[in-house]
């Protein structure tokens, strides 16, 4: 080529072309020699590309007339084409293909022809079909980026009529190129994108409308395959294009093919945040509603999975600030569809469907009131229980080379993931629940109509979570984590705790206390030896660490009566805080770290503290039956610690204090004792301590082992007790029943008191300090007390005591005397109970004795006590006359002989006894209110101790220094008109009749009042004065009637009233008295009393009714026939086993029979005879324990009533 000719003109070849190809440009261009220049192999390539870069100076400045020379010769220009792509199939180096392709674009842009746009575009699909590799299919690929960017039309052949763009649009730099002038002012949401300049979004938009199917897969797969490469760079040029808006109307469509290309489409586009912004999930949401309960209908899992996975994709990446859901009718569309697909069969399926649940939880979706609750429990509730319903795949023990190893290993893994999802879910919810709780919108239904209830509400919501919580998923993730250990399940499993602490304040201690005692805090502790060492799992440590510090602060401040616990747990939180998350130990390293001694040299204070806070976890643990640690081993590690702190010299804080001490308490039973070195240790902590309430747990083994150390029950066993019966309920156990047995039997109490009573028993040191606290405590703790003594005395009958309180008592009651006056002493509430235990204490007494001094200063106290008070002051009278009436009964004549002298000379006293015995006159009355149990109570015990009165003065002729003057008519009346008197209350008034009827009513302590009007019905002979003819008969068919009611008491007091009666009538008027045995009425009554089965004569009061009829020779009420019927069935009875009551009532009536009054048969003589020394013979023996019973309230001498 020479310089005369030009450049583009090669001498060699140019004679043989024609000269029709030869432009006359400056400088002259021969396309034949180019065409040859370019396809000649053995050119250099320096040749080429000068002959390129004229070429394209030639289309730059005179492109017309080289476009119309080729376009002559449609052959000569498709040939020409040719060699251009033929050398760039072939070139390599980097500027030659540039300019190359530069030359190739100007050409065929200027030829301005489809049939050579197309010969290109099929030359480069063929070339790129035939090419193997990225790289060498990079010239093609830049050449139709280059082309479409410079042919407006180019992007509508390629996707109308070649398949070939879905080939070039998986090259980053064709995309990169064809996208280029679409992503100008696209990349910011505030300008609006040029879609002039790049019309593909346009081209593939039109058709996307198009009603050809083909198109629009073809369409929206052209869109992904561009989105692909990068959905941030590309989004933006189809979304300003409203393009989202069209996808979403398409899944309206019936193809499955379409709708998987519109849903990986529709998800590529969710990583552009301008989908979001522009509101096109608002939009489209519902459309994604009606496809997913459309396909789930449909037998496609892929299908199933990828819509789906849109669904959650769009609730994901949603903006809090923009509501997805309009209304709550379409938030309750979306739970309708995530609980079909939930109960999908195919677990895949059913796994991207819980995704979609945990990502649906939030309150920005569903927080549009009003909030629908209930379809939330559907849904949460389908979601466990599915978990809850799989099978869990067996855990592959076979070798990795295994051919179904892997596949065993991928269903555990779906299985964990399935459930880890689940669970996910879970806590999204009870954060749901704890975000509610601050918008009033959304915590019930506005609609619901006022007063009616509804359980669409957020605490029904809230206790909903907590109930399957513990029903479902608990059990869920324990049943899994048995077999295989989650990290991360676990971490969300713990998070979801955390959360239901605050999701029903209400029920959080209650919460703290279900999961301690379920050994959660074992659990949490376990997770993180086993998988937080050193800095592993992070998020599991944080979750166990947080889960650990809410739940001890939660029973921390659960606890009663702690002092300064705002303070306290303020510090409390900071050490935990500060130590939980280094706390990663297991269960040895634990001991051994409580054994550790800090460094003295060391200003760290990470060891105490740590120390600290594994002493408080384990604290929380015990207080609630979890011992996770062996008893002994926790023992010793606690003991080294206090070894340390004395050696250290260190303080616990109280709260640490109250951890050791109890650990200690609840670990001795199955530890050594202690030795003096760590029991100095304790005292010594304690004694710098200010508030010792601030270290005290109460627990009944704490008090134990305060209780079994003298070293400690000596400087601290007052107060420990003192903080134990502060703390002590005594709401539901009722005074009368801890104090006297009733005949149903004692009370149970709870665990706590058999322990105490079992320190009772076997220390009676602690009674004296109980006995001192009596009069140190305030009211409340002394009133425990002294129900606890009561109750420990009667359970416990082998305790010998008596002594040893009765001086405690007699200090106690001298005290109270001296200080209070009579108001004083009537307002205190610990008197009666404490007259009681005294009562109680002597009734311990099982044989008669001679009262001591001690007894004697009791006895006056008691007295002078009673002197004091008024009728009304019930209970401080009835256990003082119980005393009383038990000083006169249960001991020697000797004795008995300075009781009656003591009693007699108490004035007060006996002015007391006449106003109550008053009072019986004044019951039942219309006008005022009834009389109560305890006032009747005290009835009993005034005429029961003042018939007990009457008899041993008389019998001892006692000095009296005032009389007690009483209504004989009215004392008959209350017998003869008993108006619903109990049966207690008659016999108390009867012993009182007998009493007098044996003095013949005459007696210095009782001056008896007799009406005028009862005077004047008199008869002229006054025989029976004080009494008259009427009112004996009327106190016989009172006292008849009584017997026919079969009371055992009631009975025994009758028979022996009747035998006095009789006595006192025989003695005054013997005629009265056989009329009064010869009635009618006696026979019947017999036959009555008879009528109870066999043998029923043998009942001692029958033989004593029976002995009194012999004794008055009443034939007309028993026959001789009748006695000798008596006698044989006697003869049958087996007298050596009768009770010594009926054995002496039987020898009495036998030798009433010998005696005369009844004409006896030999026979019957002789029987007799047999049968008297066939009895035992009689014995007094000692009077027992039992012969002085508490009947309710009331005590009863049984040989009072007897004798």
């Not at 396309?31 to 100076?57: F, I, N, P, Q």
């Not at 050809?212 to 052209?222: G, H, I, K, P, R």
């Not at 082998?798 to 001298?814: G, P």
């Amino acid at each position: 080529m020479e310089a005369a000719t030009g450049l583009l003109v090669c001498e060699r070849l140019h004679a043989a072309h024609d000269p029709r190809w030869l432009l006359l440009l400056p400088p002259p261009l021969c396309l034949a020699c180019v065409s040859e220049t370019l396809g000649d192999g053995g050119a250099s390539l320096v040749r080429k590309k000068h002959v390129l870069s004229g070429l394209r100076d030639g289309l730059a400045w005179r492109a017309a007339p080289l476009v119309q020379l080729l376009a002559q010769d449609e052959r000569v220009c498709v040939h020409f084409l040719g060699t251009l792509l033929g050398m760039l199939h072939t070139a390599e180096e980097s500027s030659a293909l540039d300019l190359l392709i530069e030359v190739l674009v100007r050409l065929v842009a200027e030829l301005k022809s489809e049939q050579y746009v197309h010969y290109v575009l099929d030359e480069s699909q063929e070339e790129l079909s035939k090419a193997a590799t990225m790289r060498g299919s990079l010239p093609t690929f830049n050449l139709l980026g280059k082309l479409a960017d410079a042919i407006p039309g180019l992007a509508d052949i390629l996707v109308i009529e070649h398949r070939l763009l879905k080939e070039l649009l998986k090259s980053d730099h064709f995309v990169s190129v064809i996208m280029s002038s679409s992503r100008r002012g696209a990349d910011s949401e505030n300008n609006e994108c040029l879609e002039g300049e790049n019309p593909l979004p346009l081209v593939l938009k039109k058709l996307l409308l198009s009603r050809d199917e083909m198109l629009q897969v073809a369409s929206v797969q052209c869109m992904a395959a561009v989105l692909v490469h990068s959905p941030v760079k590309y989004a933006p040029a189809f979304i300003h294009a409203d393009i989202p808006e069209f996808l979403f109307e398409r899944l309206a469509c019936t193809s499955e093919i379409l709708l998987w290309s519109v849903y990986c489409c529709l998800l590529l586009l969710t990583e552009e945040r301008l989908f979001f912004s522009k509101c096109h999930t608002v939009y489209g949401i519902e459309s994604v509603l009606r496809s997913l309960k459309g396909i789930l209908k449909l037998n496609n899992v892929e299908l199933h999975k990828q819509g789906l996975l849109l669904f959650t994709e769009i609730l994901n990446r949603q903006p809090v600030e923009i509501k997805l859901f309009t209304n709550p009718a379409m938030c309750k569309d979306a739970v309708g569809v995530l609980v079909e697909a939930v109960k999908c069969p195919v677990l895949e399926v059913a796994a991207e469907a819980v995704k979609a649940v945990a990502a649906m939880l939030r309150k920005d979706h569903l927080s549009c009131p009003p909030v629908q609750y209930v379809e939330l429990q559907k849904l949460i509730e389908t979601v466990l229980k599915r978990c809850a319903d799989l099978s869990p795949p067996l855990i592959s023990r076979r070798p990795a080379s295994h051919p179904g190893h892997s596949t065993q290993n991928k269903a555990v893994l779906r299985h964990g993931q399935f459930l880890l999802s689940s669970v996910e879910g879970f806590r999204n919810a009870c954060r749901l629940a704890v975000e509610c709780q601050s918008n009033p919108l959304a915590q019930e239904n506005a609609f619901t109509a006022p007063g009616s209830e509804s359980e669409n509400t957020l605490s029904s919501f809230s206790e909903f979570l907590l109930r399957t919580c513990d029903s479902l998923c608990i059990p869920i993730v324990m049943k899994h984590s048995e077999r295989i250990s989650s990290p991360a399940l676990m971490e969300v499993f713990i998070s979801a705790l955390s959360t239901l602490f605050a999701v029903v304040p209400s029920m959080r201690e209650k919460f703290s206390r279900k999961l301690a005692s379920s050994s959660f805090i074992r659990l949490a502790l376990e997770l993180k030896a086993k998988f937080c060492t050193g800095q592993s799992n992070p998020a599991l440590n944080q979750a166990c660490s947080i889960f650990l510090y809410t739940m001890c602060l939660s029973l921390h401040s659960a606890a009663e009566k702690i002092k300064n616990s705002s303070q306290e747990e303020q510090e409390m939180s900071e050490l935990l805080q500060r130590s939980l998350p280094q706390l990663n130990c297991s269960v040895p390293e634990s001991l051994a770290l409580l054994s550790e001694t800090p460094d003295p040299f060391c200003l760290d204070e990470a060891l105490r503290s740590h120390q600290y806070s594994l002493l408080l976890l384990l604290y929380f643990a015990y207080t609630l039956e979890d011992r996770f640690v062996p008893e002994p081993e926790l023992f010793s590690a606690i003991r080294n610690f206090l070894l340390s702190v004395q050696d250290q010299g260190d303080c616990p804080p109280p709260y640490v204090l109250r951890a050791v001490l109890y650990l200690l308490a609840v670990c001795q039973d199955k530890s050594e004792a202690l030795d003096l070195s760590p029991l100095c240790a304790i005292r010594r902590v304690l004694e710098n301590t200010s508030d010792l309430d601030s270290v005290y747990t109460h627990h009944p083994l704490l008090l134990k082992f305060f209780l079994r150390y003298s070293e400690l029950m000596g400087r601290f066993g007052h107060q420990i007790l003192q903080f134990w019966f502060s703390w002590e309920d005594y709401s539901q156990i009722e005074t009368e029943d801890a104090v006297f047995g009733l005949s149903s039997g004692l009370p149970e109490y709870p665990n706590r008191f058999t322990t105490l009573f079992h320190i009772l028993k076997g220390n009676s040191s602690v009674l004296l300090i109980l006995l001192d606290l009596v009069c140190l405590s305030t009211t409340e703790v002394a009133h425990k007390i002294l129900m606890t003594l009561s109750t420990f005395l009667e359970r416990n009958e082998d305790v010998v005591v008596c002594d040893l309180l009765r001086s405690q008592f007699l200090q106690i009651l001298q005290q109270l005397l001296v200080e209070g006056s009579s108001a004083t002493l009537q307002a205190n509430k610990n008197l009666p109970l404490l007259l009681s235990l005294l009562f109680l204490v002597q009734l311990r007494n099982k044989a008669m004795r001679e009262l001591d001094s001690t007894d004697f200063k009791l006895l006056h106290h008691v007295s002078n006590l009673c002197g004091k008070c008024r009728p009304g002051d019930v209970e401080l009278l009835q256990p003082s006359l119980n005393f009383l009436y038990w000083s006169l009964q249960q001991t020697t004549t000797c004795s008995q002989q300075r009781v009656v002298a003591v009693l007699l000379s108490s004035v007060p006293l006996l002015e007391l006894l006449q106003k109550v015995l008053d009072l019986t006159w004044m019951w039942p009355c219309h006008s005022g209110p009834a009389v109560s149990s305890s006032e009747e109570a005290l009835l009993c015990s005034a005429w029961l101790l003042t018939a007990s009165l009457l008899a041993h003065q008389h019998h001892f002729n006692s000095e009296v220094h005032l009389t007690v003057s009483l209504d004989i008519e009215k004392v008959l009346n209350a017998v003869i008109f008993r108006k619903k008197k109990s049966a207690l209350l008659i016999v108390s008034i009867l012993q009182f009749l007998r009493a007098i009827l044996r003095q013949d009513f005459s007696s210095s302590l009782l001056l008896l009042i007799v009406p005028p009007t009862a005077q004047n019905r008199m008869e002229p002979d006054a025989s029976l004065y004080p009494l008259a003819t009427w009112q004996v008969l009327s106190l016989v068919v009172s006292l008849q009637n009584l017997l026919v009611q079969k009371d055992l008491l009631l009975s025994q007091t009758v028979v022996a009233c009747l035998e006095v009666l009789l006595e006192y009538l025989h003695r005054k008027n013997q005629a009265i008295a056989l009329h009064v045995v010869s009635q009618p009425w006696n026979r019947f009554l017999l036959f009555m009393l008879l009528d109870g089965g066999e043998n029923s004569f043998l009942h001692p009061e029958i033989l004593r009714l029976m002995t009194l009829f012999v004794r008055y020779r009443s034939i007309d009420i028993i026959s001789q026939s009748e006695i000798s019927q008596i006698l044989h069935e006697a003869a049958k009875a087996k007298l050596a086993e009768l009770p010594g009551t009926t054995s002496h009532a039987l020898r009495l009536f036998l030798r009433q029979l010998q005696s005369g009054s009844y004409q006896m048969e030999p026979a019957q003589e002789e029987m007799i005879h047999t049968l008297l020394e066939s009895l035992p013979a009689r014995t007094r023996a000692p009077l027992s324990h039992q012969d002085m019973v508490c009947l309710g309230r009331v005590a009863v001498s049984v040989s009072h009533i007897a004798d």
